[in-house]
């Protein structure tokens, strides 16, 4: 396990020891000898772990604590105590330290001691990228033929580092085929972070992306770090590529060509390695026309380019996706849910011009509102309905009596909705008999 180490002491034997025992387990070691010589140190770069001294002369253990904390949240600190000031060091785990260690100590319980806090921030690193992820590692759903060979895309693309864009309408399902990437790679383990370039306000997604030192602007009283040194050895989804601003498009650039990253303030670069895939329901080829989007940085991301094709134009996908959320939104209410197939099929019909997220919406509603397990076509909205209903708005005239016909069943689906499929109130509200009513249901196929 990797980790930079800061060791505070000002007593040379001490200080030399302990640096020389950590770095023999593979970590980076700094020393300095008092407070205010750490806080310089942390102000240039990012500890995993400070393991300080409590009495020294100028700024004691305590303090530089509480410094650290401020400038570093994530930074642990562990202090070193001499025999008889137990309390101090009581006082410095009330004030946010991880732990302490009294003097003499065995080498050993302080490297185990460190390990342990290592390991603790890998995992809290790792739920960060979980919550990130959560909701979002769904199974990609579909039969259909561009369905089997995206999926199949996909598998191979997993396999390399390459950056990738993808590219579809809004809902097609972009988001799920990158976490789908990033969880089929050998980064599976390693965080997964998600940035909407859209959604962020201008002036803040540098120091989103990049991070920044304390004091680098107004208002940056902490150092933070941005989210590709979250994603360090995993995996960066940069959604809606296409609206990222020309002035990061510069610095996008120059971070896939060097692989490094500077934080605003910094002055110093970092090597990152993280696998960087793109998301945009834009057209990048036509904004790079209109002079929004840098032709260099377009042909970077399109490494391997990803078409997410709509729903409509795989519309076999429909029945498949259907029975998945019913199934995954019934489950959730502890009921069993159907299609009546003439249902089925105007949602085959439909076009569907929100995509998968239309579709998944729709079958949420329904799953609330229906109010019987299976569905009737009558529960569904006008518009997916209203495609059957054709030869009423054609301009074309038609026969007679498949005009009237298709009059009577749209009269009787909106009776059907009205009274939530209440037959007898359907019927009171056509004035015709209930029979009359099943009779005309029979005919139609309702
Ligand atoms: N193939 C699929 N199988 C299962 N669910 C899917 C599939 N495609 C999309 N979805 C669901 O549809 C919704 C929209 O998907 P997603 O957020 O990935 O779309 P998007 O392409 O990123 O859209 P936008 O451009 O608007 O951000 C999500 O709830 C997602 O779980
Ligand atoms: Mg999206």
């Not at 946010?96 to 290592?118: H, N, S």
């Not at 809004?170 to 370039?197: D, M, Q, W």
């Not at 260099?296 to 029975?323: G, H, K, M, N």
Request: aromatic content about 6%; charged content about 25%; glycine content about 6%.
């Amino acid at each position: 396990m990797t980790g930079k180490i800061l060791i505070v002491e000002d007593d040379d034997i001490m200080r030399i020891t302990v640096v020389d025992h950590l770095q023999l387990q593979g970590w980076q070691v700094h020393d300095c000898t008092n407070g205010s010589a750490a806080l310089t140190a942390l102000n240039q770069q990012y500890f995993d772990v400070i393991i300080s001294d409590i009495r020294m002369p100028e700024m004691n253990g305590d303090q530089l604590l509480t410094a650290v904390k401020k400038l570093s949240p994530r930074t642990e600190v562990i202090m070193m105590t001499a025999h008889g000031s137990t309390q101090d060091a009581i006082n410095c785990l009330k004030n946010g330290a991880a732990d302490y260690i009294l003097k003499p100590f065995d080498l050993d319980d302080l490297t185990c001691r460190v390990q342990r806090l290592l390991q603790i921030q890998a995992i809290k690193a790792r739920c960060v990228s979980l919550e990130n992820t959560v909701g979002r590692r769904q199974p990609l759903i579909g039969s259909s033929a561009p369905m089997q060979k995206l999926l199949n895309l996909i598998s191979q693309v997993s396999q390399s580092d390459s950056t990738v864009l993808i590219h579809g309408e809004s809902g097609t399902g972009k988001e799920l085929v990158a976490a789908a990437i990033h969880f089929e790679s050998s980064r599976a383990e390693k965080p997964y972070i998600r940035v909407n370039c859209a959604a962020i306000p201008d002036g803040l997604l540098e120091s989103e992306l990049f991070g920044h030192e304390k004091g680098a602007f107004t208002g940056a009283d902490q150092t933070r770090p941005g989210k590709f040194e979250l994603a360090d050895q995993g995996t960066i989804l940069l959604d809606e590529i296409g609206d990222l601003p020309l002035h990061l498009q510069v610095k996008l650039l120059r971070v896939l060509q060097e692989r490094e990253i500077e934080r605003i303030g910094a002055g110093l670069p970092t090597r990152i390695d993280v696998r960087v895939i793109c998301a945009t329901t834009k057209n990048l080829a036509d904004e790079v026309k209109q002079g929004r989007f840098r032709e260099d940085l377009f042909y970077r991301l399109q490494v391997i380019p990803l078409t997410v094709p709509p729903l409509r134009e795989r519309s076999t996908d429909i029945s498949v996706l259907t029975a998945y959320f019913l199934e995954y939104f019934g489950g959730e209410r502890g009921r069993t849910f159907k299609l009546s197939g003439d249902a089925m099929q105007a949602l085959e019909r439909y076009p569907f011009p929100g995509n998968v997220r239309e579709l998944r919406n729709l079958i949420e509603r329904i799953t609330v509102l229906a109010p019987a397990t299976e569905i009737q076509l009558w529960d569904l909205p006008l518009e997916i309905r209203g495609i059957q209903e054709d030869c009423m708005t054609n301009e074309e005239p038609c026969q007679l009596s498949t005009a009237v016909a298709q009059a009577e069943r749209s009269c009787i689906l909106r009776a059907l909705e009205k009274s939530s499929g209440n037959k007898t109130l359907a019927a009171e509200i056509l004035g015709i008999s209930r029979k009359n009513l099943w009779e005309k249901m029979k005919l139609y196929a309702l």
